[in-house]
């Protein structure tokens, strides 16, 4: 039994140097962060997306009076102006902000 694993610890067959493991690993972290970083920004345009369509539902109401034999109300009327931030293309990602002098 003990010489099985004596041939077993000394058997070097399929190793993998630890400085190709490194580099492969290396090579996943850094692909990781890419991908992780363009799924970030599409998010981020997504969500933007959904605030612009948010932004350009109409929230203006109105109704006329109306009257009849025994009484009457009188109209109302409400409207909305575009707010900052209701366009397209508001958010941008990977811009460096504008310096204040």
Known sequence: ????FTN????EAGFIVSAELVLVATIGVLSLIVGL??????????????????GSINQSYC???????????S??????????GDSDND??????PASEH
Do not use: P
């Not at 039994?1 to 099985?4: A, F, V």
């Not at 109704?63 to 109300?73: E, I, L, P, W």
């Open 1 to 4: 039994m003990t010489n099985i």
């Open 75 to 84: 109209g109302s009327s409400f409207s909305d102006c575009r707010d900052t």
């Open 91 to 96: 958010i941008v990602c990977n811009v460096a």
């Open 8 to 11: 077993l610890l000394n058997d």
């Open 37 to 54: 970083s363009e799924v970030a920004f599409n998010i981020n345009q997504e969500l933007e997306d959904v605030g612009s369509a948010f």
């Open 63 to 73: 109704y006329n009076g109306v009257a009849g034999s025994k009484g009457h109300a």
